[in-house]
């Protein structure tokens, strides 16, 4: 069974570092791409970015390239998400979930992380 | 980047059939996908290349395509059906976009 389960709710002040986690199991984490999505309080899905476990390879959305990072370590499972320097409005819940092969949709998510940002 | 248009909302009452669109210029070119999110919870896919449903999705829920719309029709509405509803899909450059989100509820 796919599972992919994500690091607990965090609660972090402006300008602070943050990294979360998801980690996948049930399949062959290098061979499918892994991506993110934000989900701002009462708002719809916005993709932010995917990474392939297998190379590294990595693609942003233009509203998030440089302000976030996303990797993923295959000797673990893990795929990540990343912020420098967080800001209020980067509050929000966030999914990973997994590409479904060559086609572009996500097959599986986790269950979310929430990201409070305040001072 | 292209922008993916839904509905705010749509409105049915039960055994009614609702549909949900998603229209964009890209989307004769590109798949799309639908995903179904009830209140805290993570979504959950309901169908992707245009009409194909995963397992485990009831027969109910279809999709379709004409022009640059894609339509999600869930036939005979039933009370657990109420959820936002996104589509998806993605262009030539390697972006994915989500449409703003559809509110179904079930009267």
């Known amino acids: 069974e796919v599972q992919l389960v994500q690091s607990g709710a965090e609660v972090k002040k402006p300008g602070e570092s943050l990294k979360i986690s998801c980690q996948a199991s049930g399949y062959s984490f290098s061979s499918y791409w892994i991506g993110w999505v934000r989900q701002m309080p009462g708002k719809g899905l916005e993709w932010m970015g995917i990474v392939y476990p297998g190379d590294s390879d990595t693609r942003y959305s233009p509203s998030f390239e440089g302000q976030v990072t996303i990797s993923a370590d295959k000797s673990i499972s893990t795929a990540y998400l990343q912020w420098s320097s967080l800001k209020a409005s980067d509050t929000a819940m966030y999914y990973c979930a997994r590409r479904a092969g060559v086609l572009k949709y996500f097959d599986h998510w986790g269950q979310g992380t929430q990201v409070t940002v305040s001072s | 980047s292209y922008e993916l248009t839904q509905p705010p909302s749509v409105s049915v009452s039960p055994g009614q059939t609702a549909r949900i669109t998603c229209s964009a210029d890209?989307?004769?070119?590109?798949?799309a996908c639908w995903y179904q999110q009830k209140p805290g919870q993570a979504p959950v896919l309901v169908i992707y290349?245009?009409?194909e449903r995963p397992s485990g999705i009831p027969e109910r829920f279809s999709g379709s395509t004409s022009g640059t719309t894609v339509t999600l029709t869930i036939s005979g509405v039933q009370a657990e059906d109420e959820a936002d509803y996104h589509c998806q899909s993605g262009d030539s450059s390697g972006t994915w976009v989500f449409g703003g989100g559809t509110k179904l509820t079930v009267l």
């Open positions: 290349k245009d009409t």
């Open positions: 890209v989307l004769p070119k590109q798949y």
